[in-house]
């Protein structure tokens, strides 16, 4: 049943852009994947680490202007993506080595300074961003030949990248270090007293966490064929936090859900209404009241309860008394 | 060699001495129970011993190494294990899961992105062994926040087994137990074996005089009275400070 909807979803996905109806709607679907790779990413520390970050879209920025300044510096797309995110992994390391010095709200906080001094960066340096104008490169790359010029090949380039990256979170997830990290999460203090280094798993996590932000970044870039201050910005950084806890925090199709939600919103829905970021809002106050825990496993509990009231009523079997058990 | 030395170590929060400096030696495979009042000092003794805090001053030695720099983390993997006073589990976790976080806090495997965790044989099998040891196995698979109170006392203790520690600090076990939890609880500390050496803080000196051989009197951030079990019961410094005779 679980490969069933597994194999109907891959078979969806792959074939997108034979039944979406037109370039437009494809490329919003490029969007919210390189969207969700990217809240994937927020997710590790969000979720999985329990560290909340609202200075991701820093990275993210560093990836796409990273990449633009290379290529248009004349290097080729491997060298662009191996110096990209080199560059993001290098950033990471030293914003985890400054935001890790707190939890919580500190870390919160920090990570926003950080965000706050790139954007200051992407905006004020211009002779190293350009500005307010932001940088532009002049074509998609060509890995192994492939043109990833039109939209259905750079959507189908965009969902290969996705799958690695989900796949890579569902292998972490279920992984001795995935615990490790959890456990981080919920009792920092028992886990470093059970010998584990605290520091060292979460600096690790955000490693994690800021590659696939590269990897999203150059995403956005590609797909842009731009990148600008607005890219870098705090309200980039909330909106991709907002992503994760939307679909649900710590949980897979979760922050996947929530880019949907985010993107579908933004391109759609705004040329229907000018006003789409009341609908917007008020969609996010129905989810916190409706489904606090976020929409997928939101819908996981409504679904079930649904099920359950399907069904006819058996009186449920006391449990057990264990003590009973045990004697 | 003692297994636990601990010399004039103090510490102090603001103007408050919480430990004023305490010297205490532990021999390899005893059986120590440390008692005092509220505020004595004991759990921050323990929080010294296991590196979740620094001293101010003073030594810690595990086994005539000086452990005083050496951070918390890597001291479990010296071979010190604990379990708190106020439980400090995975409650959204099973009873198995817990033991095997205990576990694969000592296995290099812990920094492993890739492997299966419940496949891992080597930590699952151990982890089912430590929970059979503490008559938990029937409830392996259970969420902790399933059980009761007196069953994730015996996952701490558990956990802490699971480890193969050289030293168990005990903080409270019995705390909030029942009578009945209290002697299950009684019988599977009498039962660890003399390879580890047994340090306990108790509240409640009546459970837990039956287990101590040696008993350290903490008051006010110092070691009052120290000795065999019937001599420090009989001390009239026990006598005034614990029954307040």
């Known amino acids: 049943m679980r490969y069933l909807a597994l194999a109907a979803a891959l078979l969806l996905l792959g074939t997108l852009p034979l039944w979406a109806g037109g370039i437009y709607y494809v490329n919003i679907a490029s969007q919210i994947l390189f969207y969700a790779v990217f809240a994937l990413a927020i997710n590790v520390l969000v979720g999985y680490a329990g560290l909340v970050t609202l200075g991701h879209a820093g990275l993210f920025g560093i990836a796409a202007y990273t990449g633009a300044q290379l290529l248009n510096g004349g290097h080729g797309h491997a060298a662009i993506a191996v110096g990209a995110l080199a560059a993001t992994l290098a950033a990471a390391a030293l914003f985890a080595v400054l935001a890790l010095r707190g939890t919580g709200i500190g870390f919160v906080m920090i990570t926003l300074a950080i965000g706050q001094i790139v954007w200051g960066v992407a905006y004020r340096w211009i002779s190293l961003t350009n500005g307010d104008n932001g940088v532009s490169i002049s074509g998609r790359p060509s890995p192994l030949g492939l043109s990833l010029a039109s939209p259905a090949s750079f959507y189908w380039a965009t969902l290969g990248v996705f799958l690695v990256a989900i796949a890579s979170m569902a292998v972490f997830v279920a992984s001795p270090f995935g615990a490790s990290v959890r456990g981080t999460r919920d009792q920092p203090r028992r886990m470093a007293a059970l010998g584990y280094h605290v520091w060292l798993i979460r600096f690790l996590a955000f490693l994690l966490s800021g590659f696939w932000t590269g990897v999203a970044g150059l995403l956005y870039l590609y797909y842009n064929q731009f990148v600008s201050p607005q890219a870098v910005s705090l309200t980039a950084s909330a909106e991709a936090l907002l992503m994760v806890i939307s679909g649900g925090s710590a949980t897979l199709l979760g922050p996947v859900a929530g880019a949907a939600l985010v993107v579908i919103m933004k391109s759609v829905a705004s040329a229907y209404i000018e006003r789409w970021n009341f609908v917007l809002g008020a969609i996010f106050v129905a989810i916190v009241i409706f489904v606090p825990e976020g929409m997928v496993p939101g819908a996981v509990r409504l679904g079930s309860r649904a099920l359950a009231l399907g069904r006819p009523r058996v009186p449920a079997a006391l449990p057990a008394a264990d003590g009973e058990a045990r004697r | ?245």
């Open chain 2, 1 to 245: 060699m003692s297994a636990l030395a601990v010399r004039s170590l103090t510490k102090s929060f603001g103007g408050l001495l919480v430990t004023a400096s305490v010297d205490l030696t532990v021999e390899p495979g005893e059986r120590r129970l440390i008692i005092g009042p509220n505020g004595a000092g004991k759990t921050t003794l323990f929080n010294l011993i296991t590196g979740e805090l620094r001293p101010d001053r003073g030594a810690i030695a595990l086994f005539d190494r000086d452990i005083t720099r050496v951070p918390g983390w890597r001291r479990a993997h010296l071979g010190i294990s604990r379990t708190y006073q106020i439980i400090t589990l995975f409650p959204n976790e099973t009873l198995l899961r817990n033991v095997t976080l205990s576990l694969l806090g000592l296995s290099p495997l812990r920094w492993n992105p890739l492997a299966r965790l419940d496949r891992q044989a080597r930590l699952v099998t151990p982890a089912r062994e430590a929970l059979a040891r503490v008559g938990l196995e029937h409830l392996a698979d259970r969420p902790l926040a399933q059980t009761s109170y007196g069953e994730r006392r015996r996952v701490e203790i558990a956990m802490a087994l699971a480890q193969r520690p050289k030293l168990l600090l005990l903080d409270e076990p019995f705390a909030g137990l029942s009578v009945e939890e209290r002697r299950d609880v009684l019988q599977l500390v009498t039962s660890i074996p003399r390879d580890v050496t047994v340090v306990m803080i108790e509240h409640d000196m009546d459970v837990a005089l039956d287990f101590a051989e040696r008993i350290t009197v903490l008051h006010l951030g110092q070691v009052v009275v120290e000795g065999d079990r019937g001599a420090v019961v009989a001390h009239p410094r026990t006598q005034e400070i614990y029954f307040g005779a």
